[in-house]
Every structure is written in C-alpha cells, then in structure tokens.
C-alpha cells in the first residue's frame, strides 16, 4: 500500500474472529481466509477490541494471529493513524 496499515475488530466485527463458521449458509462472504492473508498485503497488525471479544464470547480460530487491545488503546491507535477507513 506504500504506508503502514492496521486492522481493527472492534464491537460485532469481532465476530468475524469465531472458529468453526459457516457463512456460505447464509450465502455471505468468509472472512477468515482474508485475515489469514494479511501479511501478503504487508499488513503486519491485526488488532482486536479485548472487551467485544469477552462480550461475544468468541473462541477464536486458532489460525489467526492478532492482538488484543483494551478500550483506551483502541483511543490511542486510532488518533496515532492519518486516514480511518470504517467499515
């Protein structure tokens, strides 16, 4: 991309995260081969809202490799980036 990326999952998107899915049920798109790609598109940090994921209480697919981060963080990564894309 030419500048440093980062993902955040934050409240539902934390969602994405769940092991075991079967979205093509409800003939929506996986997400989870995306992540597992990230690194191809030097994306390097996959960051994840530590209190969403308590509150859904995800069990993450064991394939993904992210980093909790609690509220006051996510403040912090966010107002650090010039451009947030939301989605």
Known sequence: F???VTVL???AGVLQ???EQ???VL???NH???FAALEIYEIKQLLVDQKAVHEYQIEADDNLHF?????????DYIAAHNEVLNF
């Not at 609690?70 to 403040?75: N, R, V």
């Open 67 to 75: 980093d909790l981060i609690d509220q006051a963080t996510i403040k």
């Open 17 to 19: 995260l769940q092991k």
């Open 22 to 24: 079967h979205p093509e």
């Open 9 to 11: 999952l934050s409240g």
């Open 27 to 29: 003939n929506i798109k």
């Open 2 to 4: 030419g500048f440093e």
């Open 32 to 34: 989870s081969a995306l």
